[in-house]
């Protein structure tokens, strides 16, 4: 687990600017919030810092969590967006506040890192991080993902680059889950698996 920020980088979090998320620190501390995977750097001039969405849920929180990890498991002590098959989790209102927030800094995180502040297409943290970007569309808009108990939508990676593969229980899951990822800005198309016959989608970040 990644150690916590200090007191002071605690303090520049919580002074972040709270509709843009805009930092104000030292380069060192800046670069530090940068490795914790709480801060980014915007790429055009003057390059300043913005949280990223696990800064904007640390702010949110009394203890500051380890920056997110596409791999860690769903007992993490950070947000993970469920990609479906895990154990069940905790749900009610409190994972709806997460899902929310989670998606509500990944806007934000496309919106500072355009130039047009557009926010219909994914980021550069999407295209890294294709199954948790994807699941999280997915949870967000309300899908819910398989686990032991109940089935649901499954997302997983693929040979393909920029493609995630997206499995769900029947017809009308998987039609429902094409039009979320359509509209929160992925190349969708459906196939069928050569072997099962299953119906499948196939998505990917839309560039333009």
């Avoid at 032991?148 to 029947?170: C, S």
């Avoid at 998987?174 to 989608?201: D, I, S």
Wanted: a positive charge; charged letters at 25%; hydrophobic letters at 40%.
């Amino acid at each position: 687990m990644t150690r916590p920020p200090t007191a002071a980088q605690r303090r520049i979090i919580d002074a972040a600017d709270p509709g843009t998320g805009r930092l104000r620190g030292t380069p060192a501390q800046l670069a530090a919030l940068v490795r914790h995977g709480l801060a980014f750097r915007h790429p055009r001039p003057p390059h300043d810092h913005f949280l990223t969405p696990a800064g904007h849920r640390a702010r949110e929180a009394a203890d500051v969590p380890a920056p997110e990890a596409p791999d860690a498991g769903a007992g993490a002590e950070v947000f993970v967006a469920r990609v479906g098959g895990e154990p069940a989790g905790p749900a009610g209102p409190a994972r709806l506040r997460e899902v929310r927030s989670a998606w509500q800094g990944l806007l934000e995180l496309r919106r500072m890192t355009r130039p047009d502040g557009a926010v219909d297409r994914p980021c550069d943290w999407e295209r890294t991080h294709l199954v948790r970007a994807a699941a999280l569309a997915l949870e967000a808009a309300g899908h819910r993902p398989a686990d032991e108990e109940r089935d649901g939508y499954r997302v997983r990676a693929t040979p393909q680059p920029e493609a995630v593969a997206v499995h769900a229980p029947d017809a009308g899951f998987l039609r429902a889950a094409a039009g979320t990822l359509t509209e929160a800005g992925w190349q969708v198309g459906e196939y069928t698996e050569p072997r099962t016959r299953a119906r499948y989608l196939l998505a990917s970040p839309r560039r333009t």
